[in-house]
């Protein structure tokens, strides 16, 4: 699985959004989940991928998860300022 290919992002719907994500086990298998949550005006590569924080976790034995938050990167979007509240944006990681 390559991080930087947008063809490996995953969806999942919540709250009326089509959320994008990766989700990379380590090579050996198993390892505790860290979810990272870019921030706003940005993207999951931006924050997580291309700096290598989302490949080095995964190399020292993590279940590497990064997410575009609603509105953001490939994550579905609103025009709504009522669907970006921190309550929601918060609710979308739990």
Known sequence: MNAQDPSQ???FSHDGFDLAFLDRQPASGQGDPVLMIHGFASTHY???VSPGWFKALNDDGY???AFDNRGHGASSKSYEEADYTPAKMASDGA
């Open 9 to 11: 992002m995953q969806f």
């Open 63 to 65: 279940r590497a998860i």
């Open 46 to 48: 931006v924050n997580w």
